[in-house]
């Protein structure tokens, strides 16, 4: 070898062809794909375990003995199941050869779509819920008797006064009525709650990507 | 990212992040991916420059974090910090400079291990030895040694190469 590495170095460089910069120009579409995928993911798999989780607890609730839970259950969650693969089924049809900016404000559009059904679903979902709890653990037989007909008869021996309605006692039903009452009111803040630990770190993401590309377009 | 931005402080500096990013490629698509993200990365960073550096050595520094990250990242290229052991992965034809010398100068680079990928190119681009390490995180008395080292390794992969 002849030359100096410092000479190849410099004389390389003198060439035209050798500093050509590329353009800046397809990572916001590779990156946006990339976060819409990963959340799709994350979404399908989300409601493979709520299936998963409410058959699960179908047949614990039979063994338990608290079917009605797990029959209230099963079908509440089925419903929502069949209504966010609806949603996904949607989220197919964003044109992945438009534009990253388009692609992310389409994502972003039917997420809003998305988060603002699940809201209304869920003021009746977690209701629903604890309604179903009760109503199992209400049922549930204790020695040949209905468990809260027993723990009806047992306040009545504590309480002999207390007013029943339908043979349950009226405060239990107000206090009933105001978890319920309250379950409803919240419930669309629970979801945003639940949804932010799940998917929390893809919004963030998706966000940056956003100000970066309405940034780069400004 | 603004256009004026790439503009001014970016494409000034193109000939730094090509070099170093073309040091840790070995196909145009992964350089080009490795050149967009050292650029989105300098931009984003812009606000952290204190001017207690030259914006080139931030600029520097910047490139060669991105392209380390990457490098780790990406599964197809193979990893070395050992300069000893050495397995690199076959450039692509089309993947050249027109100067044939050049060509094989970065073929032997890419035999180095990533941190002497880095001492080596700052060492080309006639940085100094305190340059070098504050770019790097080293010592300065160390890196004379080590250019010399790497310098008769690089003469030594190129012996009978090059006329």
Known sequence: MEKSIEDI???GFLKGDALVAPKVNNLYNQKSIHIIDKFKRMFKINLIAIVAFSFAFL????????????????????????INKKLLNGLDKIDKGASSYQYLKSFNEWIQKQVTINKKISRFLYPIIFISMVLGFWFKDAEGMP??????????????DVYLVYGIPLIGIIIAL???????????????????LVYGRVFKKLKELMTDIESLRS | ?????????????????????????????????????VCLQIWRSKDNFREESQWSTWVYRISLNVCLTLLKKNKKTVQHFVSDSITVEETEDNYAFSDESLNLLYDAIRKLSEIDRAVIMLYLEEKSQKEI??????????IGVRVKRIKIRLKKILDGKIN
């Open chain 1, 9 to 11: 170095w410099k004389e």
């Open chain 1, 59 to 82: 047949i614990v609730s039979f063994i338990v003995g608290i079917p009605i839970t797990g029959i209230i259950f099963f079908v509440t969650l089925s419903v929502l199941v069949i």
């Open chain 1, 147 to 160: 468990l809260g007909e027993r723990l009806v008869n047992e306040i009545l021996i504590g309480f002999p």
């Open chain 1, 178 to 196: 105001f978890i319920v009452v309250i379950l409803a009111y919240f419930g669309g803040r629970i979801y945003k709650w639940d949804l932010n």
């Open chain 2, 1 to 37: 990212m603004s256009s004026d931005f790439y503009k001014t402080s970016i494409l000034p500096f193109a000939g730094i992040i090509i070099k170093l990013c073309r040091a840790y490629t070995n196909s145009q698509e992964d350089f080009e991916d490795y050149y967009q993200e």
């Open chain 2, 133 to 142: 390490a504050e770019i790097i995180g080293t010592n300065p008395n160390n």
